[in-house]
């Protein structure tokens, strides 16, 4: 298809290691860039002017008033490089005429990062690289698990959930799923069964009203003793107050986060010299049976390269269908 002119997308909240795959890619799709480190805000909006179509990074809340100058600027559509949209309010982008589309890119990212945690915490790995760390070789108090003996819980079977499911039967364990739409060959039951009959249970379900704290404090009462919760989707998918109670008090057996509430403006920064503001993340980070990563499951080349070229894609298939003159 030709363009008069190339097409100008700006990407805001771009990473050093996006802007080297933006530049390298878009001779190839015959764009023009215009790309800045800062996210979306209303302060910079006027750098969409010329833009019909941005790209923006998943790490900063898009505001509303931001959308608001952002159409004002000429913007009719967000390319979000993320699966999920929950930084963006969509409804209010489409009252001031702008469309909201996300990326897809290899679901096997997030499916081996679940693997590993999964792994790491039946073999309560954070503890064991801890005490050799002090230099103590001794074995652990507690032994560990294998996957063939445990029921596993996947909560959300789309292409991640998917691949999760595809990797566990590997290992010969149970696997129960729960999905609202069942997309991949597995046992489907309820959210309450799965969550009674699962000694783990790890999330791959989109963040939206009806499942935040999806996990609450009555159904993590609901999980079996000593059970395990992995979540590599969204934070607000657990209840964190609830999560840290049954820790505690040992209800629960250990979690492993890669994900968690009130992250934004945490995870993808330097913190060693600041306060740490959120006392849940501290409280989850002291426990010896939670491992935390900063929302880092998805960061592979290949998703990475994914992730750039498909933002780049879903910009040039709405300016095709929606040319003017």
Not at 94 to 114: K, L
Not at 169 to 188: M, Q, S, V, W
């Amino acid at each position: 298809m030709t363009y008069r002119e190339p097409p100008r997308i700006t990407i805001y909240g771009c990473g050093p290691d996006e802007a080297v795959l933006f530049r390298e890619l878009a001779p190839r799709f015959g764009v023009t860039l215009i790309i800045t480190d800062a996210p979306a805000s209303e302060a910079n909006s006027a750098l969409a002017s010329g833009s019909r179509c941005i790209s923006v990074g998943h790490k900063t809340h898009i505001t509303n008033g931001t959308l608001l100058a952002l159409g004002q600027a000429g913007v009719m559509y967000i390319s979000t490089r993320s699966i999920g949209c929950n930084h963006i309010d969509v409804e209010y982008a489409g009252n001031v005429g702008i469309s909201v589309g996300n990326v897809s890119y290899s679901p096997d990212s997030v499916a081996d990062f679940t693997l590993m945690l999964m792994l790491m915490a039946v073999r309560d790995a954070k503890s064991i690289v801890r005490r050799v760390e002090a230099h103590d070789y001794r074995l652990n108090e507690v032994r560990g698990k294998e996957l063939r003996d445990l029921t596993v819980g996947v909560i959300g079977t789309g292409s991640i959930g998917a691949a999760v499911v595809d990797r566990l039967r590997g290992f010969g364990c149970r696997i129960l799923a729960h999905d609202n739409r069942p997309k991949t060959p597995a046992e489907y039951v309820s959210v309450e069964e799965l969550l009674h009959q699962s000694d783990m249970v790890t999330l791959h379900t989109p963040l939206t009203p009806d499942t935040y704290h999806l996990l609450n404090r009555q159904r993590i009462e609901q999980m079996k003793q000593g059970a395990l919760i992995i979540n590599t989707g969204r934070g607000e998918l657990v209840d964190t107050g609830a999560l840290v109670s049954a820790l505690e008090s040992g209800r629960l057996g250990g979690a492993a986060l890669d994900v968690v509430e009130g992250e934004e403006g945490i995870f993808y920064a330097d913190c060693r010299t600041r306060p740490m503001e959120s006392k849940s993340l501290l409280r989850l980070q002291e426990l010896p049976n939670v491992l935390i990563s900063p929302h880092t499951a998805y960061y592979t080349d290949h998703a990475l390269r994914d992730t750039v070229e498909n933002s780049i894609a879903n910009c040039l298939k709405f300016e095709g269908e929606n040319q003017h003159g």
